[in-house]
DNA sequence: ACCGTATGAATGAATG
DNA sequence: CATTCATTCATACGGT
């Protein structure tokens, strides 16, 4: 179940809005402080070279890799919500005009329509009113806590939300550490994208910090720490 | 391509190639990995069996606790959603509240969630309908044969609902460590931490059992035994 | 590896 | 027109 069959578009985009990004950006600096922290309780583990039985006692590390795994599947789940793109309805080609038709153009379309199914008038009604109703909705929505930044696409609204179907096909793949598991990290690696692309990323994170998501602060050493950890990474299980 | 075209939302979308999304991921991955290899590692100390209670107190018991308490807040929080727990927090009880909540509430509830992450009026939306729906048919269905140990009877809906619904928590959102936050990768513009309104601010999360392991459901053990854990949360330092 | 459940989401329809 | 309900879909996850 690699991650990601791949669609076969010709040009997969996928889109997520600038909260969704910071979102993403924010959850992944909170991973990046866990690791920070785990990195730290490693070095301190390995430099006192002995440890409390107690503590598992107490922190069971079934549990630990618990919360760890709840967390990396929410944040896989969050991703694969964001990277997936909206559903179109059916009938929508038709009815690409989101104003309101006169009587007399619902009657048009329900003859049209009839000719390939069962329909009738109140389905167009419905349908429009609908289509507004959400409409507006969303349009509401989105400026409660957006607005902010270019206005790019806003007052399309669905005008088009006919063919795409819906694919949203990125499954996930992140893997859950659960106590001992080999987890398998979708394979990935094979791209290496440019780093400057990826929105999430600050200037000043070294090309290869950024891997951690985090905005190297001066104080933040620790994660350079969690970087090293990151350059074993790879001779981890990653690849299986 | 234009597929994101279809986006009826205002808000600007940003694109993320499928590079980025791999990317991503990897970065996801990478946390995974970090994570899991620190728990192998973690129990591989631990099974020396020697004992830092010094560590403990200095510093895995700190560690340990802000993981957790990240993840308790969250699982709490959404327990507290099912569960109506009424601890004073003002959401607990909209949440309880099987009925539609006002818009008001709605627009409260989503605010208070953003805080969290990434969360759409919608998505509350969302939730409640299909929660009352859900909650609805299992009771048509489940009615006609079973609801035996206590019978709740019917009207209760929701009590009922809870027993079966709770076990799983998964969807959280994860907190930021906001309070000394190293503040995270990017502008953040619209975050406004204000503690204040955390849901999960209340320490007295009531009396805790229920609040992580709930029914104690025997695959939850691990949460069952992450509760001792919790009894030492309060005294974490996660600024030190 | 398949199948069932749970859940978020979209949508048609009904109600006020 | 606004809100809600009922249905359905697609995915994620767990168990076998």
């Given at each position: 179940?690699?991650?990601?069959?791949?669609?076969?578009?010709?040009?997969?985009?996928?889109?997520?809005?600038?909260?969704?990004?910071?979102?993403?950006?924010?959850?992944?600096?909170?991973?990046a402080t866990i690791c920070e922290r785990l990195v730290e309780m490693h070095?301190?583990?390995?430099?006192?070279?002995?440890?409390?039985?107690?503590?598992?006692?107490?922190?069971?590390?079934?549990?630990?890799?618990?919360?760890?795994?709840?967390?990396?599947?929410?944040?896989?789940?969050?991703?694969?919500?964001?990277?997936?793109?909206?559903?179109?309805?059916?009938?929508?080609?038709?009815?690409?005009?989101?104003?309101?038709?006169?009587?007399?153009?619902?009657?048009?379309?329900?003859?049209?329509?009839?000719?390939?199914?069962?329909?009738?008038?109140?389905?167009?009604?419905?349908?429009?009113?609908?289509?507004?109703?959400?409409?507006?909705?969303?349009?509401?929505?989105?400026?409660?806590?957006?607005?902010?930044?270019?206005?790019?696409?806003?007052?399309?609204?669905?005008?088009?939300?006919?063919?795409?179907?819906?694919?949203?096909?990125?499954?996930?793949?992140?893997?859950?550490?659960?106590?001992?598991?080999?987890?398998?990290?979708?394979?990935?690696?094979?791209?290496?994208?440019?780093?400057?692309?990826?929105?999430?990323?600050?200037?000043?994170?070294?090309?290869?910090?950024?891997?951690?998501?985090?905005?190297?602060?001066?104080?933040?050493?620790?994660?350079?720490?969690?970087?090293?950890?990151?350059?074993?990474?790879?001779?981890?299980?990653?690849?299986?």
């Amino acid at each position: 179940m690699m991650e990601l069959d791949n669609q076969q578009q010709p040009n997969p985009m996928k889109v997520m809005t600038d909260e969704q990004l910071e979102t993403l950006r924010k959850q992944i600096a909170i991973y990046a402080t866990i690791c920070e922290r785990l990195v730290e309780m490693h070095k301190t583990l390995t430099s006192q070279q002995d440890l409390a039985a107690e503590l598992q006692n107490r922190f069971s590390l079934g549990f630990l890799s618990f919360c760890l795994t709840l967390v990396l599947k929410q944040l896989s789940f969050h991703l694969s919500l964001w990277s997936g793109v909206d559903k179109g309805g059916r009938m929508v080609s038709l009815y690409a005009d989101p104003r309101t038709p006169s009587k007399q153009k619902i009657k048009d379309l329900t003859e049209e329509l009839s000719q390939h199914g069962q329909i009738a008038e109140q389905n167009i009604c419905n349908w429009f009113q609908n289509r507004r109703a959400r409409s507006k909705r969303k349009q509401h929505c989105g400026v409660g806590s957006s607005n902010n930044k270019n206005g790019e696409g806003e007052v399309e609204t669905e005008t088009e939300t006919l063919n795409e179907k819906r694919k949203r096909p990125e499954s996930l793949f992140v893997v859950l550490p659960d106590g001992n598991n080999n987890n398998v990290i979708g394979t990935t690696t094979t791209t290496s994208p440019r780093p400057e692309d990826l929105c999430f990323q600050s200037p000043e994170m070294s090309s290869d910090l950024h891997l951690l998501g985090v905005q190297s602060n001066p104080r933040d050493e620790h994660l350079v720490e969690s970087y090293n950890l990151y350059d074993h990474v790879e001779d981890y299980d990653m690849s299986g």
